[in-house]
């Protein structure tokens, strides 16, 4: 999958690897993650991307991106909107898909191969774009979930698909290890895409 010889970018879809790394059942470990891309090729970029509350005094997520930022990961952020649902409930929504879509074309002439960490459907044109360019792309998610984290349109126009499962010996936290807060969870269209709708509401899904 991986040429030692390639430039490789990482663009992690934060919200949507939490989700998909919570349902496989485990916590990513950010720094063996770094590691273990190292080993396969020349990294050149790692990059983050993620919506914050800024209004709010903590944000749950916040230990996180200040450690991705001191330890080799670009970070992308941006505002949270909030809103109230037709429940009543209060919801907030941050979609970073044109942040990281403008960074991945701008940084295309200088990387070989990609990895997107991610299983939203509405990258697939990314993709394709990418690869008109004469760039590999490959799509980190899962299938082993019912029903799989990423959308099968995306799943076919990658060059590799990289299942999270398999990678979970190699990039799981120790659960000994005390983790940086993960950010909150994503939440599942019917479509088998993803959004990045968090919800406050239940704030026992971030832990310590």
Same mark, same amino acid.
């Given at each position: ?12 879809? +934060?919200?949507?690897?939490? $989700?998909? =790394? ?7 470990d950010y720094r063996r993650l770094l590691d273990d891309f190292r080993d396969k090729a020349y990294l050149v970029r790692a990059v983050y991307y993620t919506a914050l509350a800024e209004d709010q005094e903590y944000? =749950? %997520?916040?230990?996180? %991106? ?36 403008? !960074? ?6 200088? %990387? ?5 960490? =991610?299983?939203? +459907? !509405? ?27 990423? $959308? ?21 936290? *120790? ?7 993960? +950010? ?8 088998? !895409?993803? *959004? ?5 509401? !239940? ?6």
């Amino acid at each position: 999958m991986f040429d030692p010889r390639e430039k490789i970018a990482i663009f992690i879809d +934060g919200a949507n690897l939490y $989700a998909t =790394s919570r349902t496989l059942g485990f916590d990513i470990d950010y720094r063996r993650l770094l590691d273990d891309f190292r080993d396969k090729a020349y990294l050149v970029r790692a990059v983050y991307y993620t919506a914050l509350a800024e209004d709010q005094e903590y944000s =749950s %997520i916040r230990p996180l %991106i200040d450690w991705l930022d001191y330890n080799g990961y670009k970070v992308v952020t941006k505002p949270l909107k909030e809103f109230t649902d037709s429940q009543g409930r209060r919801r907030a929504k941050g979609n970073m898909d044109i942040e990281l879509v403008v !960074d991945a074309m701008e940084l295309a002439e200088h %990387i070989d191969h990609f990895v997107l960490f =991610s299983g939203d +459907g !509405d990258f697939r044109y990314l993709v394709e774009a990418l690869q008109r360019k004469g760039k590999k792309v490959t799509v980190a998610s899962t299938v082993k979930t019912k029903p799989p984290m990423i $959308a099968d349109d995306l799943r076919r126009q990658a060059d590799y698909f990289m299942e999270l499962a398999n990678l979970s010996q190699s990039v799981r936290r *120790d659960p000994a290890e005390r983790p940086p807060r993960e +950010g909150l969870e994503s939440e599942r269209d019917d479509d088998d !895409d993803y *959004d990045d709708d968090y919800d406050y509401e !239940d704030d026992e899904d971030v832990r310590p």
